[in-house]
């Protein structure tokens, strides 16, 4: 198995996208480390899909602009699946 543990100072639901962050830069090293790497497009969708059965509230658009470099538009239905 895995742990993970981490800390932070920031209130729950700051809206600064930390737990979004987070979430994909675990995934991406776990699939880093298992000889599966995710593209970006993945890592996006996997966390929102962790942090939508989390049920944080958050993660729809969060992780693109903490994980992905440059200036970027993000559009999305809110609902599940997101195709």
Do not use: F, M, Y
Not at 12 to 25: E, M, P, V, Y
Not at 38 to 49: F, G, I, P
């Amino acid at each position: 198995g895995l742990e993970v543990e981490s800390w932070s100072n920031l209130p729950t639901g700051s809206g600064l996208g930390t737990s979004s962050i987070l979430a994909g830069c675990v995934l991406a090293a776990i699939g880093h480390c298992i000889g599966r790497p995710l593209d970006e497009s993945s890592v996006v969708h996997a966390v929102l899909r962790v942090e939508q059965l989390l049920t944080t509230g958050g993660g729809w658009q969060d992780q693109a602009g903490g994980l992905l470099p440059g200036a970027k538009i993000t559009r999305s239905e809110a609902r599940l699946p997101l195709h």
